[in-house]
């Protein structure tokens, strides 16, 4: 069985083999029986041995899930945001809610924090300042005096004024929300009609959140907030890309890239020392696929320059944006080969696949994130059509990190039971399970994706050895060391522990 | 490159070995070239050598295929209704069409011929009555005298006599027309919310020109004109799925199953001896998969028996109708055990995983259609996710018949970039493109589905060679003994030669 584990295909073969030799004969019922164990024993978690307990709380979620799976409004076939309502009554949901997940390894800085939190909490403090942009946004800034006007922008009203004006706070809080998400209670097929469309939306909303996230004294209480929305939800330790931008203060001062991930260090380690049993997080500092190669050049040697100074709190690099519409990743090879010609460690994180144009120059951003040595691959959706690049991330462990929501979201697929990881489960392909934008996606968590993960294109098949296997892998193919690691499973283990006997029955 | 042909899998590991020896260093270009080449060799088509004319077409195709990929409504990722009318404005299509696709292996009896020739050929004959269903379907009878009424169904009317009432024909032969398909102007999400409401309107479809094809005459007419249709589309041949029913005269009197195989004999002979270049066509005996046990053994005795007296033109055996509703292939294991028990040949082309339930009894089928033995399966369109039975199905070169249109319509896929043949086609995994109920679909023949599968899932990188393959896999996975598809491929590559020197510019 150990030998499965390493090169389940090999063991197939033989098998089969052996399958094929019988040739024309009834079939056997054992030999079925051994071939659907085989199968079995091939996907996410296929390999783990459950304890008494762990079986009992097994035996429990397939009953869930038979019931869960013959509703006529099956939540993994809906649209997120139509199905997040039953979603929440679901006692899997609330199950998986209670689950130690493990680490959150593909999270974005500005998209942690419910936009509620944003509105109720950062948009009422003093000096807020927010105007209209001609396409219909608003943009925000801190300010101890009257800032300057924006361009395309109506001039800037103090938010506290306005409020007062206003017959319905409600209301504009409300139209606040909406323009710092994509979640809408409309129909999202109507909403955003097109790829173009929601990702237009998309960087609108993050630019509508910027000036008040980027703001230094509401940039620690985001990331404190942001680290407790996934301690709360059972989340023990996170992987953020971060664009380490410049952090202003009241009058108008900046502060470097430097100081950006030093105060997330530093907020880091209160939070972990208020929530001891939180592991910690580790930045991967991002920067957007639109600049230009001697842009990149610069920005990779300040990476290394970061990795080498703060190689505690840095895991690596990556670049973020629409993969359809940014430069591919080996018209940057030059630059990101600086840190291997130098000898300097700097691991890359690339987002890869993450589209459904097959066969353009930015589908080969499979190919290439691994070529330059990736360490895991931002979603990989386009994986399965590329069975060398599969082979390649299969070999060398290089973990997918699956985002379910995201990719329906952004329109990759509707359906998540087709979600190509459906096929990767099935054959225990390194992946991870993470959210990416939860904020914008009307998420929180990773609850909401290990649940359409695991309820939509885990199928019936999948089973608690499946969760154990996907929270394992988000430590295993993280970015610490093995000591960490050691640690960091073990923490994971006596909370896992916990669970199974709080919740097995 | 032969051994690659053979065993694409061993291949690639020996140079992932290499590449993994690589290690740490820049990204060699030739290396990155040798890796696309690698996986472009391994799709389907990837080791077809074209010739000079054939590579002329094939620059063609390519520019077509970049102009058609940037549209803003592009095709594939549309409902199939709501794209028909863009596809046939399309050059590939056009192209497509003209192309020699070899054979159609996965087409039922009566959703050959569009309906709109059921009603102003069929509807308009002498003889035919027509009464309207509790459940506002129709129904139809021809009879030499006034028919005897049917339960649930209003008092039957002359369809001579309601034509001469009403005021509008046109309406009336439209609403006929809509009783007989799925096809629809509105929007097809509105129309069928979901798989049931679709199942059981193509269900209602099927009873009501249930009447009207069953009688002899047109039986024997509607088989001439769907051969006519498949082979205006430049298809040579067909493996017809029939379920061989009851076939009524005038009088009321009927035919056994041997007259109406029979039939189907005379009418191919007739056809192909009218169009020498047709290749010709055989039966594949079909029964609901809603009987029980001992029907169905009866059914395969019956199955044997007409395999015997007719081993020209029958080329086997399936079971019909929604796998999600019908019992699974594994609760007839004895009667399609029968024929091996007794060392009688009966071939099997089980429809399996025609299915997005993974891991209930009938996410079985696949496997055990395989352990059945199957010659070849009917969609598979679950198979990746079942790794054993991908491989077994791959090791013993059965085909998978995939109906990229039937899939679509049937909602177990939206947008068809997303239909798993596109990771299958990336590995040149055995299969075959084929139309399932063109006529329900509102499509035709086969090149619609082979537009979805050329320009949707086979994505950028598929190209002439990838047709060429599709349409000699129509003819290596058929029924045919070697000797016939020799024959075959002989009469097939002369119309492509054709074909290609008469489009190579
Ligand atoms: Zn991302
Ligand atoms: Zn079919």
């Known amino acids: 069985m150990a030998i499965l584990l390493q090169r389940p295909h090999a063991a197939v ?21 051994a071939l659907i164990q085989l199968e079995a024993s091939m996907q996410t978690g296929g390999q783990v041995v459950l304890t008494d307990a762990e079986q009992r709380l097994d035996t429990l979620l397939f009953q869930m899930k038979q019931e869960e799976i013959v509703r006529a409004d099956f939540p993994p076939a809906m649209h997120f945001f139509k199905a997040r309502d039953l979603i929440r009554t679901s006692p899997i949901f609330s199950l998986l809610q209670k689950m130690p997940k493990g680490g959150a390894l593909h999270v974005h800085d500005f998209a942690m924090v419910d936009v509620e939190w944003l509105v109720k909490n950062v948009t009422y403090r003093p000096h807020c300042y927010m105007c209209f942009t001609d396409n219909r946004s608003i943009r925000f800034i801190f300010s101890s005096r009257w800032p300057k006007a924006l361009p395309r922008c109506s001039p800037w ?54 000036g008040l996230v980027t703001y230094a004294p509401v940039f620690r209480d985001y ?27 009241l009058n108008g001062s900046t502060h470097d890239t430097a100081w950006t991930l030093k105060t997330y260090q530093e907020v880091t380690r209160q939070f972990t020392a208020d929530h001891p049993d939180f592991f910690g997080a580790r930045i991967i500092f991002t920067i957007h696929r639109g600049v230009n190669a001697s842009v990149m050049a610069r920005v990779v040697e300040e990476a290394m320059k970061l990795q080498r100074d703060f190689p505690d709190v840095m895991a690596g690099f990556d670049l973020v944006g629409r993969e359809d519409r940014g430069r591919p990743l080996w018209y940057f090879r030059d630059a990101l080969s600086l840190p291997v010609e130098r000898g300097v460690t700097l691991p890359f994180f690339f987002h890869a696949g993450e589209t459904d144009l097959e066969g353009t120059e930015v589908d080969q951003n499979l190919l290439d994130a691994l070529l330059l040595n990736t360490s895991r691959i ?13 082979a390649l991330s299969r070999k060398r462990g290089v973990a997918l990190e699956v985002c379910p929501i995201s990719n329906q ?21 390194p992946l991870v399970i993470s959210s990416d934008d939860p904020a914008m996606f009307g998420a929180s968590g990773l609850s909401y994706d290990f649940y359409e993960a695991f309820v939509g294109f885990g199928g019936i098949s999948s089973h608690l050895g499946s969760l154990k296997e996907l929270a394992i892998n988000s430590i295993r193919y993280s970015s610490l060391t093995p000591k960490q690691k050691e640690r ?18």
Chains 1, 2 share one sequence.
């Open 13 to 33: 073969t033989c098998v089969l083999l052996f399958c094929v030799a019988g040739g024309l004969s009834m079939p056997d019922p054992r030999h079925r029986e």
């Open 157 to 210: 009203t103090l938010l506290e004024h306005l409020r007062a004006e206003v017959v319905n706070t409600t209301d504009l809080d409300n139209s606040i929300m909406g323009n710092m998400t994509l979640f809408t209670d409309q129909d999202p097929e109507t909403v955003y009609p097109s790829q173009d469309v929601i990702w237009d939306t998309f960087e609108q909303a993050f630019q509508a959140l910027w």
């Open 223 to 249: 990331y404190y907030q942001g680290l407790t929305q996934f301690y709360m939800d059972n989340v023990m330790y996170l992987e953020l890309r971060a664009l380490l931008p410049q952090i202003y203060e």
């Open 378 to 390: 931002g979603h990989g959706f386009a994986l399965p059509r590329h069975p060398v690049a599969k």
């Open 409 to 429: 979201v952004l329109k990759l697929v509707n359906d998540l039971r087709n979600h190509p990881a459906a096929a990767l489960m099935a054959e225990n392909h």
């Open 488 to 505: 960091a499973l073990a923490l994971w283990q006596r909370r896992w522990d916990k669970f199974v006997s709080e919740n097995a029955f």
